[in-house]
T-cell receptor, first 111, second 113 residues
């Protein structure tokens, strides 16, 4: 599975958009980009995933660059409850691979 | 939230005693997983199940066994608990269509003295 690189921490003002970047320059054509987050003391929470087209759901938007070497998770109006560690994971979901959670980005939403 | 419960939520035990953690789901999902989370290691997969009586090992399976006799229950057993198994244990489930879209339980905090 492709390796991902995320900044270890970011801050965001409450009510503003939070843009969390992820580099995955070695991604292959059949690998998806998944985003999860983990709020303190809770289990990880699935957010969104995509292959090459941009995706949006009720939680967030996922923007994948045309060459697929990087992506950005966007929380359009961050709230204090969005403070969490965000994990970007790249893998082939048809190959029986399991999720591997790396270091992630610790997002702090501030009032 | 997906219907996943874990029991117990907290447990303190002594080295050498057996411990069983239970994961229960009400979603009828095919796949179930057990992870442990430790500082500096992130989440690591212990065992997973792809159906009743069908299980396989994950990254850190030594010292753990699992059983799945019903779709809704996945049990994790520490046959003889050690201090290195002090951790937070998370159960997760996913539908058969996408194993990577997983829904996690609230976790069990286990302390082995």
């Amino acid at each position: 599975d492709a390796k991902t690189t995320q900044p270890p921490s970011m801050d965001c003002a409450e009510g503003r958009a939070a843009n969390l970047p992820c580099n995955h320059s070695t991604i292959s054509g059949n690998e998806y980009v998944y985003w999860y987050r983990q709020i303190h003391s809770q289990g990880p929470q699935y957010i969104i995933h995509g292959l090459k087209n941009n995706e949006t759901n009720e939680m967030a938007s996922l923007i994948i660059t045309e060459d697929r070497k990087s992506s950005t998770l966007i929380l359009p109006h961050a709230t204090l409850r969005d403070t969490a560690v965000y994990y970007c994971i790249v893998l082939n979901n048809n190959a029986g691979n399991m999720l591997t959670f790396g270091g992630g980005t610790r997002l702090m939403v501030k009032p | 939230d997906a219907g996943i419960t874990q029991s117990p939520r907290h447990k303190v035990t002594e080295t050498g005693t057996p411990v069983t953690l239970r994961c229960h789901q009400t979603e009828n999902h095919r796949y179930m997983y057990w992870y442990r989370q430790d500082p500096g290691h992130g989440l690591r997969l212990i065992h997973y199940s792809y159906g009743v009586k069908d299980t396989d090992k994950g990254e850190v399976s030594d010292g753990y066994s699992v059983s799945r006799s019903k779709t809704e229950d996945f049990l994790l057993t520490l046959e003889s608990a050690t201090s290195s198994q002090t951790s937070v244990y998370f159960c997760a489930i996913s539908p058969g269509t996408s194993k990577e879209t997983q829904y996690f339980g609230p976790g069990t905090r286990l302390l082995v003295l």
